[in-house]
């Protein structure tokens, strides 16, 4: 049981280039989060999905995209990048009903 | 919607001290959860305790332990006997008691926890 896995651990961008964050939980919850850690601001949501095929967003939306095609993914895009997107991202799940969340070790994206 | 607001942004303690970190939150909501978390330099980020809004009764895991003030919206957590382990960002964050909302953790700024030997 992997938990919650994330990948890249790290990723340097210039400006303007897309890529997508990845992540994958095995233990079957039906919510996913996506949040970003900034210094001075602590944890701030992006968008996050209660079940395949359903996604919203949260407080910081603008510059992402996501999808839900699976239970276990749930990939978040950045278009073109910009330097105010540099940051660490978490990806985090819980169970529907329960409200603890398991959280990913994290990605720290610098855009350059 | 809510907010939560930690005004100390550093503390120090002395290992085996106590050490208590301060969470105030707003929010008109009656049902909800309280948490905190702590984030090692390991980036991890680790569930330390909840608290869940319609009990009375102060959370407890070990050497942690909340005051919960519901009234107040006041939520602060006590470290006893502080270990050098303990040395972290410490966060805050609250949580709705709704369904489809589950999803929706809002965080304090945090306050990095030092522990000196």
């Known amino acids: 049981n992997a938990g919650v896995t994330q990948t890249p651990k790290f990723q340097v961008l210039k400006t303007g280039q897309s890529m997508t964050l990845q992540c994958a939980q095995d233990?079957?919850?039906?919510?996913m989060s996506w949040y970003r850690q900034d210094p001075g601001m602590g944890l701030r949501l992006i968008h996050y999905?209660?079940?395949?095929?359903?996604?919203d967003q949260g407080e910081v939306p603008n510059g992402y995209n996501v999808s839900r095609s699976t239970t276990e993914d749930f990939p978040l895009r950045l278009l073109s990048a910009a330097p105010s997107q540099t940051s660490v991202y978490f990806c985090?799940?819980?169970?529907?009903?329960?409200?603890?969340?398991?959280f990913g070790p994290g990605t720290r994206l610098t855009v350059t | 919607a809510q907010t939560v607001t930690q005004s100390q942004p550093e503390m120090s303690v002395q290992e085996a001290e106590t050490v208590t970190l301060s969470c105030t939150y707003d929010t008109s909501e009656n049902n909800y959860y309280l948490f905190w978390y702590k984030q090692p330099p390991s980036r991890q980020m680790i569930l330390v305790i909840r608290?869940?809004?319609?009990?009375?009764q102060n959370a407890t895991e070990n050497r942690f332990s909340v005051n919960f003030q519901k009234a107040a919206k006041s939520f602060s957590l006590k470290i006893s006997d502080s270990q050098l382990g303990d040395t972290a960002m410490y966060f805050c964050a609250f949580m709705k008691l709704n369904t489809g909302a589950n999803s929706k953790l809002t965080f304090g700024k945090g306050i990095t926890l030092s522990v000196r030997p």
């Open positions: 608290q869940e809004a319609y009990k009375q």
């Open positions: 999905s209660v079940g395949a095929g359903i996604t």
């Open positions: 233990m079957n919850h039906e919510y």
């Open positions: 985090a799940s819980n169970l529907a009903g329960a409200h603890e969340q398991y």
